[in-house]
């Protein structure tokens, strides 16, 4: 069954620090995978997908497949990416339904 | 500014009354999605349209159904409402088909009493 499982709920680094957020996913097709950001009062916007392979406001995420991770990294955190961060997949073989992560809350301490 | 409307804000029902929640797509946008968001969860797929054909669901009960308009207006109705249906209602639209980035509106807060 497809899953996406993001392990840490809370995620707390300091400015400067690098910071990865954990994504794994069960899929038996060839996935499609995303990363949503949710900041305080706005609504949940795309980051980033991976069949896209860009950089956006520092982050990056890889596929790998080998180990059915995706998971999102920065090398250096910033204050304004505290935020909710969600990973989600979009199963083609199910209807294109997409299946979300239950999140991870990202705080950045100045 | 994505342009994705949702109506009402908050609403307030009880167990067993139907409910329609309303989403407003960016001019254009041929898909809409709706999602269900429990507390603490993440969103969760209900169904897709496109072009006013559902093309996608997810494990949802038939109780949950939807309709969208040629207006790039879409609703969700649930009739014979439950407790745990209480949850953030989110709409999203994207432009075309598969591979589009979806626009989330800032859904609506259902509480079923």
């Known amino acids: 069954a497809q899953r996406v499982t993001q392990p840490e709920k809370l995620l707390s680094v300091f400015k400067g620090a690098p910071v990865e957020l954990k994504c794994n996913y069960s899929y038996s097709g060839s996935p499609e995978l995303f990363w949503y950001v949710q900041y305080s009062r706005q609504r949940l916007q795309l980051l980033l997908r991976h069949i896209s392979r860009e950089s956006i406001k520092g982050f990056t995420a890889d596929l790998n497949k080998g180990e059915t991770s995706f998971h999102l990294k920065k090398p250096f955190a910033q204050e304004e990416d505290s935020a909710m961060y969600y990973c989600a997949l979009r199963a083609s073989n199910t209807g294109n339904q997409f299946y979300f992560g239950t999140g991870t809350s990202l705080t950045v301490i100045p | 500014e994505t342009g994705v409307t949702q109506s009402p804000t908050h609403l307030i029902k009880t167990r067993g009354q139907q409910v329609t929640l309303r989403c407003s797509s960016q001019?254009?946008?041929?898909?809409v999605s709706w999602y269900q968001q429990a507390l603490g969860q993440g969103p969760q797929f209900i169904f897709q349209y496109y072009r006013e054909e559902e093309n996608g669901r997810g494990n949802f009960p038939p109780r949950f159904s939807g309709l969208q308009f040629p207006n790039y207006s879409s609703e969700l109705n649930v009739n014979a409402l439950e407790l745990d249906d209480s949850a953030l209602y989110l709409c999203?639209?994207?432009?075309?088909?598969?591979?589009?980035?979806?626009?989330f509106g800032p859904g609506t807060r259902l509480l079923v009493l």
């Open positions: 001019s254009g946008h041929n898909t």
């Open positions: 999203a639209s994207s432009p075309g088909g598969l591979g589009e980035t979806q626009y």
